[in-house]
């Protein structure tokens, strides 16, 4: 009888533990709308529904201030690879134009000499422009581009429910252990409720 006991007790305290822990992981995100409880007068919702533009203004700051600045951004677009690359592109771009718009009347030894003398200010000038005019770039977007912002705007046109879908589908095995570690937790809470009572 005194083991019946225990073990009922330790499958209600498991039960107990577990059914509390599912629900726990359950109200992270149901339910989505607020739903009021007439008798206790208070209003139920998921944790992150409900705080949602706040964890949504966090991962924002968070992401621009410690992880992905707007400076890191172009920054890394002003490497000397892309620099280059901006440089020839330039470069083929006016040659093509003087090549097209000087009038057809101007001999072409003249026309070779024109290219030649402004390939040579673009060999010379060229970097030292480019270098200029991404700056002034860099210097604007983070004047006028805020990435929390952003970031904030897209958690926060993201569908529920396809957010609750990307959580438990990354966290599912931990969320699982949180489970049973409830009902276990229980199971233990109930045996040592069960020996007290005999014991007593």
Same mark, same amino acid.
């Given at each position: 009888?005194?083991?019946?006991?225990?073990?009922?007790?330790?499958?209600?305290?498991?039960?107990?533990?577990?059914?509390?822990?599912?629900?726990?992981?359950?109200?992270?995100?149901?339910?989505?709308?607020?739903?009021?409880?007439?008798?206790?007068?208070?209003?139920?919702?998921?944790?992150?529904?409900?705080?949602?533009?706040?964890?949504?203004?966090?991962?924002?700051?968070?992401?621009?201030?410690?992880?992905?600045?707007?400076?890191?951004?172009?920054?890394?677009?002003?490497?000397?690879?892309?620099?280059?690359?901006?440089?020839?592109?330039?470069?083929?771009?006016?040659?093509?134009?003087?090549?097209?718009?000087?009038?057809?009347?101007?001999?072409?030894?003249?026309?070779?000499?024109?290219?030649?003398?402004?390939?040579?200010?673009?060999?010379?000038?060229?970097?030292?422009?480019?270098?200029?005019?991404?700056?002034?770039?860099?210097?604007?977007?983070?004047?006028?581009?805020?990435?929390?912002?952003?970031?904030?705007?897209?958690?926060?046109?993201?569908?529920?429910?396809?957010?609750?879908?990307?959580?438990?589908?990354?966290?599912?095995?931990?969320?699982?252990?949180?489970?049973?570690?409830?009902?276990?937790? &229980?199971?233990?809470?109930?045996?040592?409720? &069960?020996?007290?009572?005999?014991?007593?």
């Amino acid at each position: 009888m005194n083991l019946l006991t225990i073990f009922i007790l330790a499958t209600i305290g498991a039960l107990i533990g577990w059914v509390t822990n599912l629900l726990a992981v359950k109200l992270l995100f149901r339910p989505f709308e607020p739903i009021k409880i007439p008798i206790l007068n208070i209003n139920v919702q998921g944790l992150i529904p409900k705080r949602r533009n706040e964890v949504a203004v966090s991962i924002g700051k968070t992401i621009e201030n410690d992880l992905l600045s707007i400076e890191d951004i172009v920054s890394k677009l002003m490497n000397s690879h892309n620099k280059d690359e901006l440089f020839l592109i330039i470069k083929n771009k006016i040659n093509k134009i003087i090549g097209e718009r000087l009038p057809g009347i101007i001999p072409s030894s003249f026309k070779g000499m024109i290219q030649n003398y402004i390939e040579d200010i673009i060999n010379k000038e060229g970097e030292k422009i480019i270098t200029e005019i991404m700056e002034a770039v860099v210097n604007q977007g983070a004047a006028t581009i805020q990435i929390s912002e952003m970031i904030e705007e897209k958690i926060n046109e993201f569908p529920l429910d396809k957010l609750e879908e990307v959580v438990l589908s990354i966290a599912k095995k931990e969320l699982k252990h949180i489970e049973i570690l409830g009902g276990v937790l &229980g199971f233990v809470i109930g045996l040592l409720q &069960g020996l007290i009572i005999i014991l007593l």
